[in-house]
């Protein structure tokens, strides 16, 4: 089975608009192979834009964040929230059909309240001068316990209520 087997690839995208819209992340599903497929791109801070933009930064942010989270939300059935090395906070949660591991829905890139985002760690994955990091990490948005707790529980609801889930 397939994500666009239980929402349309444009319903997929709807909730990756909402996610950034609304709750101010960069929102992204992915299928079971790890692989996003609705084509909607997204950042909700120059930061992550500036990571992305590197194949070096991706791989030794990005991608290690997203596959170790995403190892763990399959095999526990659970969301996970955790930093990504660049400190900020990502989130996954699983989407199973008939104890199919079918995707993720989740996002990333907001700071938690009190931490900062780790500029020495990105300027070293990226090669782009430290101060241009450290310029770029004051415009990282913070995201409250409250408002993670209440992420999560929009992601759980909206995967429960999936038809054929």
């Given at each position: 089975m397939e994500m666009t087997d239980l929402l349309s690839k444009n319903q997929w995208a709807d909730l990756e608009k909402?996610?950034?819209n609304n709750w101010g992340v960069?929102?992204?599903?992915?299928?079971?192979?790890?692989m996003t497929f609705t084509g909607f791109k997204n950042f909700i801070n120059p930061l992550c834009a500036e990571i992305k933009s590197h194949p070096e930064g991706i791989q030794a942010i990005c991608s290690v964040a997203h596959q170790h989270m995403a190892k763990q939300a399959r095999s526990t059935g659970k969301t996970i929230l955790e930093q990504c090395d660049a400190g900020m906070l990502k989130i996954c949660t699983p989407i199973f059909a008939n104890d199919e591991f079918i995707g993720i829905i989740g996002g990333c890139g907001r700071v938690p309240e009190g931490e900062d985002v780790?500029?020495?760690t990105v300027h070293k994955a990226i090669n782009v001068p430290l101060d241009k990091v450290q310029a770029l990490a004051?415009?990282?948005?913070t995201i409250s316990s409250q408002k993670v707790d209440d992420l999560k529980i929009f992601l759980e609801d909206f995967v429960r209520n999936i038809p054929h889930i």
């Open positions: 909402n996610l950034h960069n929102a992204c599903a992915y299928d079971a192979k790890g780790e500029s020495y004051t415009d990282v948005p």
